[in-house]
């Protein structure tokens, strides 16, 4: 796509945790280590927007030192630069519970989010005692995904995405990492046509259209690739780093 932004001047990026900023080892690879801390000395913000949970994206934020907000749970919580919450949308324990019961139903690997901690192919004995985030399905068989994918669209309950092409994330509707960077940008004072806002999987591609600039990493899907005004590398060649240096720091 050649629609490119380039008037508008980056204060912001926000960047997709695996699949994006994390190598296949799920690290953090020392180029883009080096270009965050760079755009973070020239006064841009650096947001993780991300599908996991603060539980598990907290540490790479203190590792990178970042001094901002971040997005978790594809923006069903966001924190501040303190690390306190600003934001929570909760998934109805009703509805989790269904989800959960149409995981077993078609035998399906499965996780969720709470607010507590991650759950992966378990569940609490009571799950109406916590407070939930976040469903997922992993579904290798490709009709069986169709099938609950339908399911979970009929219900007009949930946002639908995915962080790989054999999963569906399911948020509560009208949740997104975009929907969550709106709000960012309203506490900085700031307007997402001054984001860059960076991902590969259905789960970015909200937030990669509302961008100023939007960045698919060259392993992104190709309906985010579709979408992107930019293709950088991929998460093994430092394909944030080059985003960061081609659109925020030249």
Same mark, same amino acid.
């Given at each position: 796509m050649e629609n490119f932004k380039q008037d508008a001047e980056i204060k912001l990026i926000a960047l997709d945790m695996d699949g994006t900023l994390l190598n296949?080892?799920? &690290?953090?690879? &020392?180029?883009?280590?080096?270009?965050?801390? #760079?755009?973070?000395?020239?006064g841009i913000f650096v947001v993780l927007s991300t599908g996991r949970s603060i539980n598990t994206s907290r540490d790479h934020a203190e590792t990178l030192e970042l001094t901002s907000f971040l997005v978790t749970a594809n923006g069903s919580e966001i924190w501040d630069q303190n690390r306190n919450l600003v934001s929570r949308n909760p998934v109805r324990s009703e509805l989790i519970q269904w989800m959960w019961e149409l995981s077993?139903? %078609?035998?399906?690997? +499965?996780?969720?989010?709470?607010?507590? *901690?991650?759950?992966?192919?378990?569940?609490?004995? /009571? @799950? %109406?005692?916590?407070?939930? !985030?976040? +469903?997922g +399905?992993?579904? #290798? /068989?490709?009709?069986? *995904? &169709? +099938?609950i994918f339908k399911e979970l669209e009929a219900k007009n309950e949930f946002e639908l995405t995915n962080s790989t092409l054999k999963n569906i994330e399911v948020n509560p509707?009208?949740?997104?990492?975009?929907?969550?960077? #709106? !709000?960012?940008? &309203?506490? !900085?004072?700031?307007?997402? $046509?001054?984001?860059?806002?960076?991902? /590969?999987? @259905?789960? /970015? @591609?909200?937030?990669? $259209?509302a961008a100023g600039i939007g960045v698919a990493m060259g392993n992104a899907q190709e309906t985010v690739k579709e979408a992107a005004d930019w293709i950088t590398s991929t998460n093994e060649e430092n394909g944030v780093a080059n985003a960061i240096r081609k659109w925020a720091l030249s």
């Open positions: 296949n080892k799920g &690290e953090i690879p &020392e180029a883009n280590r080096q270009a965050i801390q #760079e755009a973070q000395k020239k077993q139903q %078609h035998n399906t690997k +499965f996780w969720a989010i709470s607010t507590e *901690r991650n759950w992966n192919d378990e569940m609490p004995e /009571d @799950l %109406h005692t916590y407070e939930w !985030l976040k +469903f +399905f992993n579904i #290798e /068989d490709d009709a069986t *995904r &169709e +099938f509707k009208g949740i997104s990492k975009a929907k969550g960077l #709106e !709000l960012v940008c &309203e506490k !900085l004072g700031i307007e997402m $046509k001054n984001v860059m806002a960076v991902g /590969d999987s @259905l789960n /970015d @591609l909200a937030m990669i $259209k």
